[in-house]
C-alpha cells in the first residue's frame, strides 16, 4: 500500500528541514510513500498575493498526511486554515529530554494534548470602544470529550501512567467548568486514573517537577503555553515534533518557526522535523517504524554531529546523513 503525503516545506529553514524528514522517511524500506509538493507561506504570498493557495489545501485534504515545515509572517494565514483543512481537533505535542543534551530539566517526559479548535482560539473578538474589547471563549462538551478520550487514549497505548487535566474551573466556572466535567467523566468511564490540576499552579510544578507528570490533557490557550514552557525545559525548538489530529487526516510539523535568523546558511536542526516524520509513522500504524526514526535521532543526538543550537558546528545535511546512516 502506498501513502500519498503532502509536502509543504512554507518558508526559510521549512525549505531546509523538510527535505531531510522526506529522506528519512524515503529510507524506511517497509513503507511505501508518493510524496506530492504544495507551496504555502510568504513566498508564495508575495508572487500569487495568496499565502495557502487553494491548489495545496486540496493537496493537503486528499493526501493520506501532511508534512509541514513552517511558514514566516504568514504563519497565522497558513497553519490555522491547515489545521482545519485536516479537520484536526487533537495537537499533541511531546516534549521528552535527552540524557546526552544539558536540559534544564533532564528527566522530562510529558506530552501534551491540547484542544485544537476551541477556547479563546476561536477568533470571536469585539472592539466594544476604542478602549475596550472583549474575546468570547468557546468550549463545548462535544469538543471536550472528544479531546479527553483522545488524550485517554494516547496515554494508554503509549505507556504514561500519568494523566493530568489542566483547567482553571475555579475561575472560568461555566467554560472550565465544562471541560473539567466532561474530561473527567471520560476518564471515569475508562476508570483510568487521572489528576486535575489548576493550570497556573501547574505550570510552577512543571517547572520543578517534570518527573512527576505524563500526559496533560489541556483546554487551547493553555496547551499552547504549556507545551511551549515545557519545551524550555528540554532544550529547545529544534527538538519539538508536533501533530495535528483529525477524524481521517493528520498535520505533522516541529514546534518552531522559519527562523530567519539563520535561514538559508544550511545550519537549521532537522531533529523536530524527522521527529515529525517519526510522530507521521506512528499515525499510519508504523509504530516500530517510528520507534526506529526516534531511535536514529536519539543516537544522534548523544554522539552527534550537532548543529550549532545544540553547541556543535555541523550542518543540517552533516545530521541527516547520521541519522540516514543511522538507520
Ligand atoms: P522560530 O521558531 O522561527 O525561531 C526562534 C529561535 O529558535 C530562533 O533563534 C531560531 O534560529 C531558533 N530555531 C528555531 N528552530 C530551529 C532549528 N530547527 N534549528 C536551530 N535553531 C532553531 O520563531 P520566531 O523567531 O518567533 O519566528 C520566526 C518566524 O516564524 C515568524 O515569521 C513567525 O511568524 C514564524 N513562525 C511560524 C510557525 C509555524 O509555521 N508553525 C511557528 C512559529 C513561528
Ligand atoms: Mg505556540
Request: glycine content about 10%.
Amino acid at each position: 500500500m502506498t501513502h500519498e503525503i503532502a509536502v509543504i516545506p512554507g518558508d526559510g529553514i521549512g525549505q531546509e528541514v523538510t527535505p531531510a524528514a522526506v529522506e528519512v522517511l524515503e529510507a524506511i524500506e517497509s513503507v511505501d510513500f508518493d510524496f506530492v509538493e504544495g507551496e504555502a507561506g510568504d513566498a508564495v504570498q508575495a508572487e500569487t498575493g495568496e499565502a495557502l493557495p487553494q491548489a495545496t489545501r486540496d493537496l493537503a485534504a486528499d493526501a493520506d498526511a501532511t508534512l509541514f515545515g513552517a511558514a514566516g509572517e504568514t504563519a497565522a494565514d497558513v497553519i490555522l486554515p491547515l489545521r482545519q483543512v485536516v479537520d484536526s481537533f487533537a495537537n499533541v505535542r511531546p516534549a521528552v529530554s535527552y540524557p546526552a543534551l544539558d536540559a534544564v530539566q533532564p528527566d522530562t517526559d510529558l506530552v501534551f494534548i491540547r484542544e485544537n479548535t476551541e477556547g479563546v482560539y476561536k477568533g470571536i473578538e469585539s472592539e466594544i470602544t476604542d478602549s475596550v474589547t472583549t474575546c468570547t471563549r468557546v468550549i463545548t462538551e462535544e469538543a471536550s470529550r472528544d479531546i479527553a478520550e483522545f488524550g485517554f487514549t494516547y496515554a494508554r497505548q503509549n505507556g504514561y501512567d500519568d494523566v493530568t487535566i489542566a483547567h482553571k474551573a475555579n475561575v472560568m466556572r461555566q467554560t472550565d467548568g465544562l471541560f473539567l466535567e466532561t474530561a473527567e467523566a471520560v476518564g471515569e468511564e475508562r476508570g483510568a486514573d487521572y489528576d486535575t490540576a489548576l493550570m497556573d499552579a501547574l505550570a510552577m510544578h512543571l517547572v520543578m517537577h517534570p518527573e512527576d507528570y505524563g500526559v496533560v490533557i489541556c483546554p487551547n490557550l493553555a496547551g499552547d503555553m504549556l507545551s511551549d514552557l515545557a519545551a524550555g525545559l528540554v532544550g529547545g525548538l529544534g527538538l519539538l515534533p508536533s501533530a495535528n489530529v483529525g477524524p481521517e487526516n493528520a498535520l505533522f510539523e516541529p514546534v518552531h518557526g522559519s527562523a530567519p535568523d539563520i535561514a538559508g546558511q544550511g545550519v537549521a536542526n532537522p531533529s523536530a522535523m524527522i521527529l515529525s516524520a517519526a510522530m507521521l509513522l506512528d499515525h499510519l500504524g508504523y509504530d516500530e517504524e517510528g520507534d526506529r526514526v526516534r531511535a536514529a535521532v536519539e543516537t544522534v543526538l548523544e554522539s552527534g554531529p550537532r548543529t550549532p543550537d545544540l553547541g556543535g558546528d555541523a550542518s543540517t545535511r552533516d545530521v541527516t546523513d547520521a541519522v540516514l546512516g543511522e538507520l
